[in-house]
Antibody, heavy 118, light 110 residues
Framework: EVQLLESGGGFVQPGGSLRLSCAASGISFSTFAMHWVRQAPGKGLEWVSALSDSGDATYYSDSVRGRFTISRDNSKNTLFLHLNNLRVEDTAVYYC???????????WGQGTLVTVSS | QSILTQPPSVSAAPGQKVTISCSGSSSNIGNNYVSWYQQLPGTAPKLLIYDNNQRPSGIPDRFSGSKSDTSATLGITGLQTGDEADYYCASWDSGLAIALFGGGTKLTVL
């Protein structure tokens, strides 16, 4: 079965940290760029970050640059997002998605909820 | 406010056709591919159209995409109640080196 499975979400106070994981199975992973996309409650999709297939090129939205770090372990078919210095406005469902080649996302995970609140 | 502009909502009757627009600029839609996504309530987005007008396997030909200059359009014919969802366009922005999503359009099938 084709699957991207996110984990690691949870409740954290402002200024805290989390590490999200996205495990791929049933699909090719190591030869594709991967992205994180988030969706705040009741809001639209917001692109967060991308990582090249080899892991040597990273991209971030202005809202998370300097606080979030994207990485991958191709030997374990897993994508990560390290979230530091979290803010209330980072509260969202975080999705991982595979980039089929042209910044179009053909596979998505089910999402993991991050809640930042005091 | 999103860089890619979509109408907040559209509506049409079952069996009719609807179009959803997505307006950008030369740094994104004008020089990069556009993709479209359907998001049903409580679910992850689903790819409907990639590379401006290509449908992934399993997407019915009721869904179509087109692009002209700095704008793109998603068309849906033979509307069904099951098409009620939020629809998003997306494109890469070469100037900013980021991916962009439109603000989303809520489709209501009356």
């Amino acid at each position: 079965e084709v699957q991207l499975l996110e984990s690691g979400g949870g409740f954290v106070q402002p200024g805290g940290s989390l590490r999200l994981s996205c495990a791929a199975s049933g699909i090719s992973f190591s030869t594709f760029a991967m992205h994180w996309v988030r969706q705040a409650p009741g809001k639209g999709l917001e692109w967060v970050s991308a990582l090249s297939d080899s892991g040597d090129a990273t991209y971030y939205s202005d809202s998370v640059r300097g606080r979030f770090t994207i990485s991958r372990d191709n030997s374990k078919n897993t994508l990560f997002l390290h979230l530091n210095n979290l803010r209330v406005e980072d509260t969202a469902v975080y999705y991982c998605a595979r980039d089929r080649l042209t910044a179009s996302f053909d596979y998505w995970g089910q999402g993991t909820l991050v809640t930042v609140s005091s | 406010q999103s860089i890619l502009t979509q109408p907040p909502s559209v509506s049409a009757a079952p069996g009719q056709k609807v179009t959803i627009s997505c307006s950008g600029s030369s740094s994104n839609i004008g020089n990069n591919y556009v993709s479209w996504y359907q998001q049903l309530p409580g679910t992850a987005p689903k790819l409907l159209i990639y590379d401006n007008n290509q449908r992934p396997s399993g997407i019915p030909d009721r869904f179509s995409g087109s692009k002209s200059d700095t704008s793109a359009t998603l068309g849906i014919t033979g509307l069904q109640t099951g098409d009620e969802a939020d629809y998003y366009c997306a494109s890469w922005d070469s100037g900013l080196a980021i991916a962009l999503f439109g603000g989303g359009t809520k489709l209501t099938v009356l």
